[in-house]
């Protein structure tokens, strides 16, 4: 069965420190890993990950695979307000199968 | 590009009604369409897979006559929820992955909250 666990499950940080968010993966035929924000609404897409060791940046946010220990982390520096939310992981196995999620991480920055 | 619509929003209806969500992709042709619950505070829960043409495959626990889903088209997938319950109150999320794409891309509709009263 394929599973994705992200830690930590939660995250309290100040504004302007940085963030790591893990997650590890277990998924047959694995293909790609998805990093989504979510608000109060749906995720909102960030990342998709699906070569080994090559990192995707995005303003503040950054995300980086190692297929060899099966896992992402996904880091947020200078961390705004407006970060705050829950960052889900997700892993496809192959072209038409539904998207496995971890719970996800809530993160929330203080100012 | 890759916008995908959910109607409506929000709805409210009594114990017993039927309630329909529809998800739409706006730009692009979906052959392949999910339906997800989320619960307050919890994650992602796929229900069903929905295919164009053919019938939706449903998740272990997810009743297939409690929960229906049509994909009459490339762009539109319905999910019915008969004989609603307060039980029923959640978030519901369509997302639809983009034809011909080699990689497992989705995009997220909105979501509809609904409340059963």
Same mark, same amino acid.
């Given at each position: 069965e394929d599973k994705v666990v992200q830690s930590p499950l939660s995250l309290v940080?100040? #504004?302007?420190? @940085?963030? @790591? !968010?893990?997650?590890? =993966? *277990?998924?047959?035929?694995?293909?790609?890993?998805?990093? =989504?924000?979510? #608000?109060?609404?749906? $995720?909102?897409?960030?990342?998709? !990950?699906? /070569?080994?060791?090559? *990192?995707? %940046?995005?303003?503040?946010? &950054?995300?980086?695979?190692?297929?060899?220990e099966l896992f992402s982390i996904l880091n947020i520096t200078a961390t705004q307000t407006g970060d705050s939310a829950v960052y889900l992981c997700a892993g496809p196995s192959s072209g038409n199968t539904p998207l496995v999620f971890g719970k996800g991480t809530r993160l929330s920055v203080i100012a | 590009g890759a916008v995908v619509s959910q109607h409506p929003s929000w709805v409210i209806c009594k114990s017993g009604t039927s309630v329909k969500i529809e998800c739409r992709s706006l730009d692009f042709q979906a052959t392949t369409m999910f339906w997800y619950r989320q619960? $307050?505070?919890? /994650?992602?829960?796929?229900?069903? @897979?929905?295919?164009?043409? /053919?019938?939706?495959? =449903?998740?272990?626990?997810? #009743? %297939?006559?409690?929960? !229906?889903?049509?994909?009459? &088209? !490339?762009?539109? &997938?319905?999910?019915?929820?008969?004989?609603?319950? $307060? *039980?029923?109150?959640?978030?519901?999320?369509?997302s639809a992955r983009l034809s011909g794409h080699s990689y497992n891309e989705q995009f997220f509709g909105p979501g509809t909250r609904l409340t059963v009263l």
């Open positions: 940080v100040h #504004e302007g420190d @940085t963030v @790591t !968010l893990n997650c590890s =993966y *277990e998924v047959t035929n694995f293909r790609s890993l998805l990093w =989504y924000k979510q #608000e109060k609404k749906a $995720p909102t897409f960030l990342f998709m !990950l699906t /070569s080994s060791g090559i *990192e995707k %940046k995005s303003g503040r946010l &950054s995300s980086i695979l190692d297929k060899k | 619960f $307050p505070k919890q /994650s992602l829960m796929l229900m069903a @897979t929905s295919n164009e043409g /053919s019938k939706a495959t =449903y998740e272990q626990g997810v #009743e %297939k006559d409690k929960f !229906l889903i049509n994909h009459a &088209s !490339l762009t539109l &997938s319905t999910l019915t929820v008969t004989s609603a319950h $307060p *039980e029923d109150s959640s978030f519901y999320i369509c």
